[in-house]
């Protein structure tokens, strides 16, 4: 079996579940097969988005952030239904479980997709014939039709899953990249998005085959080291390693609250940061750890969501630290428009234990004293629950918060 | 315009003035170099107007003709190019001629560029900076103090005053100071001066910086003028105009501690390369930090640890340890910096307990003072 693997690259599979959150659905309520079904965010609290739909409702034009009642005209018999995270998760774990019994070499990249490296698998057998196997066996044992990607690197075997759903196979050899990748539109690569694209075509750059030709000068210039790192992928190089322990490095405490009408005042959209931050810094202290990212999530009225990230000079765990970061991520990234939720995620955890706080010339006297004051209020809170107490500045509830990981993890 | 000059002396020049080009600026004609010509010498200026460097080269100097101008005038010419090209031109006499339309011809030996120039007329102007009191210093000692606070500015925007380094002219007394806010550097000097003028400017890191690299390491003196919004550093030959940050400095005098409660005597060299083996395994971590513990009357211990990798302990000898006992953690990084940036053979430290600052100090020397601000490990 070996002859079929190559001399010294590897085999990468990305497996990526088809329309996850319907097909969970479907899964353990088969009379719903065959039938147009869409999730739709929160139904009760708002008027409902779109947050997935089966492959039988994007027949009728259905699409993601599309609002129920525009669906609805689209095709009257919809199948609505609201989103059951706990069922995804639950369905998640078992798809990873069936991926790792192939090797033990699987990245989870989100709830529904993950990066396999099968290199060393091959007493297992062919990798198209693994591929079809796992494919085989996701649908019959978990009833979740996917689409798998095989390639030698991460970034052409999620071009190459992306290529055919529902239920694709694909297999994308580098020699393949200049016929099969570079006559496709930039914006249809993994890793950019409409503002990329937008700076690539100022540049001139339309295509894959376009970037792939740039020199590194003028990409470096426009998009930095990631214009540069995107220019290898265009070219079918991407040497990211499949990382198990990657899902873990990323681990996170945060916070998110969607608003009880879509909010266009700064002041109202700060006093909820504020408490997003002293939730945050309670769990963070719960949990006896500290982060050095903190990551702000606003999702607009469209449901178009943006996530800003500010990596701090030391981990905190304070909630001021992390309010100050917050507040300046929405002041500079936020466009004025109607903020649907917000939320607040603190990344690049740390034990406490191992964290060395670098201490500071201008606040070292006052640290001491507001350590006293913040272990205080988590004392009460944990006592008596997270809402008991807040500092003096917006005690009046706004919103019913959920807590949870970052809210833009939970879409497909 | 039409001159000929010495290439290694006008290579030189240019070199200096490039200093304050960048590459990446909002007004075109600044990636230029002027060049001006006069009948008493050739003089070129670059600017990011940031930072604006003018250079000269007399017609004659010593004794010794350097350029032989023809007609003067001016042009402004693509520094990147000119650069590349005055040095690699063949012979030592280049000869330079601005056409019509500002078409440039740069002539040595048997080479011949031919560049297309910008007009004159379009560089800005150099700020003004009127003649008002001026303060003088030895060339080396200028450089020295830049050495000793420079390397503390905060490289990161959040607070944009901590990227200068604060300059206070008191009682005829100069004393700088740079702090990330991890880490301070002071330094105060005597300076020679006729007017009893206080300032209490900001000079931005980069700046000075860039001026050290341009300055020999002589005796001579270099004058200083500092009005409200620029310095100017005038030494033979050379104008160095810098922009000064706005805003006002932190009082930085009331946080640096003047009593002590535990404090060594070390050998620079010993501590410093010690320090430096310690950090040998927490280089890798987020902060490199090692830790200082006092073992008894003339011995401190040094120690890393990092779990992965594994640890390293060092005893060093103090020549004395007064005072309480004590175990403290910090950047060996910090650390290191500030003992490089101290002269003499023996140091000071003292500390006031393992959650405040610390001070750095040579022996029998208080115009220089380094801080250090701990790391808290739980």
Same mark, same amino acid.
């Given at each position: 079996?070996?002859?079929?693997?190559?001399?010294?690259?590897?085999?990468?599979?990305?497996?990526?579940?088809?329309?996850?959150?319907?097909?969970?659905?479907?899964?353990?309520?088969?009379?719903?097969?065959?039938?147009?079904?869409?999730?739709?965010?929160?139904?009760?609290?708002?008027?409902?988005?779109?947050?997935?739909?089966?492959?039988?409702?994007?027949?009728?034009?259905?699409?993601?952030?599309?609002?129920?009642?525009?669906?609805?005209?689209?095709?009257?018999?919809?199948?609505?239904?609201?989103?059951?995270?706990?069922?995804?998760?639950?369905?998640?774990?078992?798809?990873?479980?069936?991926?790792?019994?192939?090797?033990?070499?699987?990245?989870?990249?989100?709830?529904?997709?993950?990066?396999?490296?099968?290199?060393?698998?091959?007493?297992?057998?062919?990798?198209?014939?693994?591929?079809?196997?796992?494919?085989?066996?996701?649908?019959?044992?978990?009833?979740?039709?996917?689409?798998?990607?095989?390639?030698?690197?991460?970034?052409?075997?999620?071009?190459?899953?992306?290529?055919?759903?529902?239920?694709?196979?694909?297999?994308?050899?580098?020699?393949?990249?200049?016929?099969?990748?570079?006559?496709?539109?930039?914006?249809?690569?993994?890793?950019?998005?409409?503002?990329?694209?937008?700076?690539?075509?100022?540049?001139?750059?339309?295509?894959?085959?376009?970037?792939?030709?740039?020199?590194?000068?003028?990409?470096?210039?426009?998009?930095?080291?990631?214009?540069?790192?995107?220019?290898?992928?265009?070219?079918?190089?991407?040497?990211?390693?499949?990382?198990?322990?990657?899902?873990?490095?990323?681990?996170?405490?945060?916070?998110?609250?969607?608003?009880?009408?879509?909010?266009?005042?700064?002041?109202?959209?700060?006093?909820?940061?504020?408490?997003?931050?002293?939730?945050?810094?309670?769990?963070?202290?719960?949990?006896?750890?500290?982060?050095?990212?903190?990551?702000?999530?606003?999702?607009?009225?469209?449901?178009?969501?943006?996530?800003?990230?500010?990596?701090?000079?030391?981990?905190?765990?304070?909630?001021?630290?992390?309010?100050?970061?917050?507040?300046?991520?929405?002041?500079?990234?936020?466009?004025?428009?109607?903020?649907?939720?917000?939320?607040?995620?603190?990344?690049?955890?740390?034990?406490?234990?191992?964290?060395?706080?670098?201490?500071?010339?201008?606040?070292?006297?006052?640290?001491?004293?507001?350590?006293?004051?913040?272990?205080?209020?988590?004392?009460?809170?944990?006592?008596?629950?997270?809402?008991?107490?807040?500092?003096?500045?917006?005690?009046?509830?706004?919103?019913?918060?959920?807590?949870?990981?970052?809210?833009?993890?939970?879409?497909? | 315009?039409?001159?000929?000059?010495?290439?290694?002396?006008?290579?030189?020049?240019?070199?200096?003035?490039?200093?304050?080009?960048?590459?990446?600026?909002?007004?075109?004609?600044?990636?230029?170099?002027? &060049?001006?010509?006069? %009948? =008493? @010498?050739?003089? $070129?200026?670059?600017?990011?107007?940031?930072? #604006? !460097?003018?250079?000269? &080269?007399?017609?004659? %100097? =010593? @004794?010794?003709? $350097?350029?032989?101008?023809?007609?003067?005038? #001016? !042009?402004?010419?693509?520094?990147?190019?000119?650069? =590349?090209?005055?040095?690699?031109?063949?012979?030592?006499?280049?000869?330079?001629?601005?056409?019509?339309?500002?078409?440039?011809?740069?002539?040595?030996?048997?080479?011949?560029?031919?560049?297309?120039?910008?007009?004159?007329?379009?560089?800005?102007?150099?700020?003004?900076?009127?003649?008002?009191?001026?303060?003088?210093?030895?060339?080396?000692?200028?450089?020295?103090?830049?050495?000793?606070?420079?390397?503390?500015?905060?490289?990161?925007?959040?607070?944009?005053?901590?990227?200068?380094?604060?300059?206070?002219?008191?009682?005829?007394?100069?004393?700088?100071?740079?702090?990330?806010?991890?880490?301070?550097?002071?330094?105060?000097?005597?300076?020679?001066?006729?007017?009893?003028?206080?300032?209490?400017?900001?000079?931005?890191?980069?700046?000075?910086?860039?001026?050290?690299?341009?300055?020999?390491?002589?005796?001579?003196?270099?004058?200083?003028?500092?009005?409200?919004?620029?310095?100017?550093?005038?030494?033979?030959?050379?104008?160095?105009?810098?922009?000064?940050?706005?805003?006002?400095?932190?009082?930085?005098?009331?946080?640096?501690?003047?009593?002590?409660?535990?404090?060594?005597?070390?050998?620079?060299?010993?501590?410093?390369?010690?320090?430096?083996?310690?950090?040998?395994?927490?280089?890798?971590?987020?902060?490199?930090?090692?830790?200082?513990?006092?073992?008894?009357?003339?011995?401190?211990?040094?120690?890393?640890?990092?779990?992965?990798?594994?640890?390293?302990?060092?005893?060093?000898?103090?020549?004395?340890?007064?005072?309480?006992?004590?175990?403290?953690?910090?950047?060996?990084?910090?650390?290191?910096?500030?003992?490089?940036?101290?002269?003499?053979?023996?140091?000071?430290?003292?500390?006031?307990?393992?959650?405040?600052?610390?001070?750095?100090?040579?022996?029998?020397?208080?115009?220089?003072?380094?801080?250090?601000?701990?790391?808290?490990?739980?």
């Amino acid at each position: 079996m070996k002859r079929f693997y190559p001399r010294n690259g590897r085999v990468i599979l990305h497996v990526d579940m088809n329309s996850f959150y319907a097909s969970v659905e479907i899964a353990h309520n088969p009379s719903l097969k065959g039938l147009p079904l869409a999730i739709a965010g929160q139904p009760e609290e708002r008027k409902g988005i779109i947050v997935t739909c089966s492959y039988e409702a994007r027949a009728f034009g259905i699409k993601t952030t599309m609002p129920v009642w525009q669906a609805k005209r689209l095709c009257p018999h919809l199948v609505i239904l609201p989103p059951d995270f706990n069922k995804y998760r639950q369905a998640s774990a078992y798809m990873f479980q069936l991926l790792r019994e192939y090797t033990p070499l699987v990245e989870p990249v989100s709830i529904d997709e993950g990066y396999m490296d099968i290199t060393e698998s091959y007493s297992l057998g062919k990798p198209i014939d693994i591929a079809r196997k796992i494919q085989a066996r996701l649908l019959q044992e978990l009833k979740l039709p996917s689409s798998i990607g095989i390639a030698p690197n991460k970034f052409l075997a999620k071009m190459a899953s992306n290529m055919q759903k529902p239920l694709g196979l694909t297999v994308l050899r580098k020699r393949e990249v200049p016929s099969v990748l570079w006559p496709k539109p930039v914006i249809e690569m993994h890793g950019i998005g409409r503002k990329t694209a937008d700076k690539l075509a100022l540049m001139g750059i339309s295509t894959i085959g376009d970037l792939a030709a740039i020199d590194n000068y003028s990409i470096r210039q426009q998009l930095g080291i990631r214009g540069v790192r995107l220019k290898e992928y265009a070219n079918g190089e991407d040497r990211r390693k499949v990382d198990p322990k990657a899902a873990e490095e990323f681990k996170s405490v945060g916070q998110s609250m969607t608003l009880p009408k879509d909010e266009t005042k700064q002041q109202e959209l700060l006093k909820v940061l504020q408490q997003l931050a002293d939730r945050t810094a309670a769990r963070l202290k719960r949990k006896g750890v500290l982060g050095s990212t903190v990551t702000l999530t606003i999702r607009y009225k469209d449901w178009h969501t943006i996530t800003r990230t500010k990596r701090l000079t030391k981990p905190v765990e304070q909630a001021a630290h992390i309010w100050a970061a917050a507040k300046a991520l929405l002041l500079t990234h936020w466009n004025g428009n109607g903020v649907r939720l917000l939320g607040i995620t603190v990344q690049d955890i740390v034990e406490r234990e191992q964290a060395d706080i670098q201490l500071d010339l201008f606040s070292y006297e006052e640290e001491a004293k507001k350590g006293a004051l913040n272990e205080l209020i988590d004392g009460i809170r944990q006592k008596h629950g997270e809402d008991i107490i807040h500092k003096g500045v917006h005690s009046h509830q706004k919103g019913r918060p959920k807590k949870g990981k970052r809210p833009d993890g939970q879409l497909e | 315009m039409k001159f000929s000059i010495q290439k290694d002396r006008f290579a030189q020049s240019v070199q200096d003035v490039l200093k304050a080009i960048s590459s990446r600026t909002t007004i075109p004609i600044l990636t230029g170099i002027k &060049i001006d010509v006069t %009948e =008493e @010498g050739v003089k $070129l200026t670059g600017s990011d107007s940031d930072i #604006s !460097i003018e250079s000269f &080269i007399p017609q004659e %100097e =010593e @004794g010794k003709i $350097l350029a032989e101008i023809e007609q003067p005038g #001016s !042009i402004v010419l693509n520094a990147r190019f000119f650069n =590349e090209i005055v040095k690699k031109l063949p012979l030592d006499r280049i000869e330079i001629e601005v056409m019509n339309s500002f078409q440039t011809v740069i002539r040595s030996g048997q080479s011949e560029f031919n560049l297309n120039g910008l007009d004159p007329e379009e560089y800005p102007h150099l700020p003004q900076i009127e003649e008002r009191e001026v303060f003088k210093m030895p060339t080396d000692l200028l450089k020295t103090i830049i050495r000793q606070t420079v390397f503390a500015v905060s490289a990161s925007e959040t607070r944009p005053i901590l990227t200068g380094v604060n300059w206070r002219m008191e009682d005829g007394r100069l004393v700088c100071i740079a702090t990330d806010s991890h880490r301070l550097a002071m330094r105060k000097a005597a300076v020679e001066t006729d007017s009893d003028a206080e300032y209490n400017v900001v000079i931005p890191g980069k700046s000075l910086n860039e001026l050290s690299k341009i300055l020999d390491d002589t005796k001579e003196p270099v004058e200083i003028v500092i009005t409200d919004s620029q310095v100017l550093f005038r030494a033979k030959h050379l104008l160095f105009y810098s922009r000064l940050l706005e805003g006002n400095y932190p009082d930085t005098s009331r946080l640096i501690p003047t009593e002590s409660k535990t404090k060594l005597e070390l050998n620079t060299k010993e501590f410093l390369q010690a320090i430096d083996r310690a950090s040998l395994l927490a280089r890798e971590e987020r902060n490199n930090v090692v830790k200082l513990s006092v073992i008894d009357q003339d011995t401190i211990e040094i120690s890393s640890n990092s779990p992965e990798i594994g640890k390293v302990t060092e005893q060093v000898k103090s020549r004395s340890v007064e005072g309480d006992e004590l175990r403290i953690s910090f950047s060996a990084k910090y650390m290191m910096d500030a003992l490089k940036a101290l002269d003499g053979t023996e140091i000071n430290v003292q500390f006031t307990g393992a959650m405040k600052p610390f001070i750095i100090r040579p022996e029998q020397d208080d115009s220089t003072l380094q801080l250090i601000l701990p790391v808290r490990t739980y």
